[in-house]
């Protein structure tokens, strides 16, 4: 398989390597790095390519990350819901300067009550990664051995900014138990 452009740039650092490995283990596979190469559709761009045992081609596959672990395949139509009627951060962001109003009641707003439960997981996640984040003295994963630049740095700025979002206390009526 061949991985191109953006993705291929950034693909050891976010493990796609592994993760494909691991998708398609226990096959052999040999992912090839083009990241010099763009494809029109997408920069994140993969191509799969199934091979006989004597090495025909059987079967390719071209395929596109467009974020939030969505393929998409090029000329294919994708309906994409509208949750939100801001277009941007930007716009919730005013919205909740304007209105006087945490981030979080937008999103209860347009998403539902029982998206709660979900952002607890993922507000006790954030915590924990930005703890370990934080502690850890080893290297990021990838080949280049670089070393986490976080390390000894308070946390106090990271928590100041996710506070911003003003979670929702267990005393407001909204708030999940």
């Avoid at 799969?48 to 139509?77: D, K, N």
């Avoid at 005013?94 to 709660?116: A, D, F, H």
């Amino acid at each position: 398989m061949s991985l191109y452009g953006s993705l291929a740039a950034t693909g050891r650092g976010h493990l796609t390597d592994r993760a494909i490995l691991e998708a398609l283990a226990p096959n052999p596979t040999e992912i090839l790095w083009e990241v010099d190469t763009v494809l029109s559709y997408h920069p994140n761009g993969m191509k799969f390519e199934a091979l006989s045992p004597q090495g025909a081609p059987l079967e390719r596959w071209s395929v596109y990350s467009v974020g939030g672990g969505a393929l998409r395949e090029e000329g294919a139509h994708y309906e994409t819901p509208e949750v939100y009627p801001l277009a941007n951060l930007q716009e919730a962001v005013n919205w909740s300067t304007q209105e006087g109003r945490p981030m979080w009641e937008l999103v209860l707003k347009y998403e539902g009550r029982e998206i709660l439960d979900f952002l607890a997981v993922v507000w006790q996640q954030m915590q924990t990664t930005m703890k370990n984040g934080l502690s850890s003295e080893e290297v990021l994963p990838g080949g280049l051995r670089l070393s986490r630049r976080a390390r000894g740095a308070s946390p106090a700025p990271a928590l100041s900014l996710l506070m911003r979002w003003q979670w929702p206390r267990k005393t407001h009526p909204e708030a999940p138990s």
